[in-house]
């Protein structure tokens, strides 16, 4: 069987970055000066975003 | 990959969220590679546990994830009950959940890899989980246009343990049924079976002394933080057992030479970690009774790959999303998973045996 690994591997990390590239640019813009706590416990801003385990 | 360009591409990535996204962002990127490189450096999973607690009465994965279970419990449901802006992983007991954990169960063993399983082992190159992990993304997405109208089968509100009863009453509910499934796994086993590893990987590098065939590194396993794959399901078999769960996706891959990725992924992830490079380096080298993947076994895989992702969504996570983070923080759906999915289990291993996986 002949090996396609290294194709595989390119592949995969360039269909990787393309997602990643296209998700920034199709995302709406980040508000840079309303950036989340570093530490969501005790900043007093309720933890927002996505989780698994949301119905969202 | 070399560790050095690889070490400054991550860190131009880090520098790239800072500055573009958010700090957090950035350290919940850390935080990515970090676990990644300690689930492949441990080769903890939760698919593999279930497996060998299943055809080999062996307890000693379960175990690890009975007791990573009740440490993430120990650590999160204080936070939960203490800062009002943490929310637990709730999620809604529904038919969707139902159907979605117990399709997620079977199709992991197939699939030979769980969510977080499927991450690392692409990450590692092995080339089935390589060609899965899209699909299950794919199939992720899917499940999430198709969310409401599963839920429209039916569904009741999330519960949340430590919401609903309190910080005591939750976390000691949490513990004293995970204690119940400790002792139920315990008899059903057997005695004479070891439920942990001897020691917890503290003292010496278990990985490096029980290969067979590989160097072996009795330094001090200080600062490389929690061994999970001490408690995990690795036990004294250590490389044996590793050669013989690669086999299936390594060896059977014609990854005989094998110089490439997974090679190249054990320099990325093993910092100074021996037992990730002990182990890849026997991963590497095809078992002698190795046999490629047929057309079959890929379409299959590939097939419960997509499904699996579908279901993930339907079963409001997977094992981490779902029963980790669920269980961990109080969460009734949680429960519903593991249960459902270890059903799905069940199945999807004579599944699994069928088409000879």
New interface residues.
Partial sequence: ??????F??WA?WL?LVLFLGWDFLRSPA?D?RQ????V????????EGG?????K | MKRVPLAAALAAFFILLVWSVSVRQAVLFLVGIGYGAVLAGARFGFTTGWRNLVEQRDPRGVYGQLLLLALAAILAMPLLGHFTELHAALGPPSVSLLVGAFVFGLTMQIADGCGSGTLYKAGLGVPLNMAILPLFAIGSFLGSVQMHDWLSLGQLEPVGLVQAWGLGPALAATLVSLAVIAVVVRVWVGSGKALFEETLGLGRDRAGRAGDDQPRDRRPAVGRGVRLRAVGRQGRAGARHLRSRAEPVLGRCGQRTAPGPVRAAGRDVDHEHRPARGALWVATRKPPSGKPLTPLQWTIGLAAGFVMGYSSRLGFGCNVGAMFSGISTGSVHGWIWLVMAFLGTLIGLRVRRRFAF
């Fill in positions: 069987m002949k090996d396609h690994t290294g595989l591997r995969f269909v980040i840079l950036e989340p706590p570093l969501a416990a005790g900043s007093g801003q309720v933890v989780h698994c385990s949301s119905v």
